[in-house]
């Protein structure tokens, strides 16, 4: 097995991680801090390849500077492709979502910036801590695998909060992960924008807004190819979105005992799995 050596500064939350040589798998239980049985969306059966037919995007440089402030505002966001809706997680035979869905992506020289478009007539969020499981809450999730080798790729996951809960996954858990929930994106920015009221049932919501800017610098600590990208370079890419079904009772949201969360997502994967980086979208970068 091979060991990938992860070097933490927990003050600076720097980190670097390099692939070396064979050694025993028990060195590498050594970094798998938390247990993968924590994550939801990752017991899925064999995925039906018939409903996970990838997503394309293309992602065009940006025209102009992009304030990380939830709004999307700036004149590039307008002209920015606008994602197709998303769908069930399973695939487009399943029910459509109930809330729409998009994203958009631009680049400049410096980061990848991501805008998500949620409609929801209920905003609402608990969770405030850093690494906390947000999907927990409702949540919008970004999956990038630079170099779609299906192993060494990111995840993020933000909240109507913009609480973050960042990992780093070395392999996918179906060949024995580990997730590496200490790992922080270095110069992450995000913002949200709650067109509505937040945490306030009394009343009906248009949605939340999310606005994202990952550096080039951090994303390529693992990329195993250039960051930022040239023209026509292609990654792996998927985005999801948790959202339970919450009852208001006293004027407050609450959790139901048995609930179930729905998953929807750009680019199906024909299970309740969002860790198959082989069925996550492509996204092709312009200049
Ligand atoms: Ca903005
Ligand atoms: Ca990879
Ligand atoms: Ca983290
Ligand atoms: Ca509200």
């Avoid at 500064?9 to 025993?24: A, H, L, N």
């Avoid at 067109?195 to 606005?211: F, I, K, P, R, V």
């Avoid at 750009?266 to 309740?272: E, R």
Wanted: charged residues 25%; hydrophobic residues 40%; proline residues 5%.
């Amino acid at each position: 097995m091979e060991i990938y050596e992860l070097i933490v500064e927990r003050d600076s939350f720097k980190w670097q991680i390099r692939r070396r040589g064979i050694v025993r798998a028990a060195s590498v239980s050594l970094f798998a801090i938390v247990a993968s049985v924590l994550l939801a969306g990752c017991v899925g059966a064999n995925p039906d390849m018939s409903n996970a037919i990838p997503r394309r995007y293309e992602c065009h440089k940006a025209t102009g500077p992009i304030v990380i402030d939830g709004k999307l505002t700036e004149s590039p966001w307008e002209t920015a492709t606008k994602s197709t809706a998303f769908v069930d997680i399973e695939g487009t035979h399943k029910p459509v979502p109930a809330h729409d869905t998009h994203f958009k992506m631009l680049w400049d020289d410096d980061h990848l910036y991501v805008a998500a478009i949620l409609d929801d007539p209920h905003v609402h969020a608990k969770l405030t801590q850093r690494d906390a499981i947000v999907f927990h809450d409702n949540d919008f999730e970004i999956f990038i695998d630079p170099n779609g080798d299906e192993r060494e790729y990111y995840e993020l996951e933000f909240n109507a909060l913009n609480t973050v809960f960042d990992l780093f996954l070395v392999r996918t858990y179906r060949r024995g992960g580990p997730a590496l929930h200490d790992w922080d994106m270095r110069g992450l920015k995000s913002a949200v924008f709650v067109d509505g009221s937040l945490n306030d049932a009394s009343d009906t919501d248009n949605g939340w807004s999310l606005e994202i800017a990952m550096p080039w610098r951090s994303l390529k600590e693992a990329a195993g190819r250039a960051a930022p990208p040239r023209d026509g370079h292609v990654w792996r890419m998927n985005f999801s979105r948790v959202q339970w079904y919450d009852d208001i009772i006293d004027g407050r949201y609450r959790r139901k005992p048995d609930a179930r969360e729905r998953n929807w997502v750009w680019s199906p994967q024909g299970a309740i799995n969002m860790h198959q980086p082989g069925t996550w979208g492509y996204v092709t970068f312009r200049e």
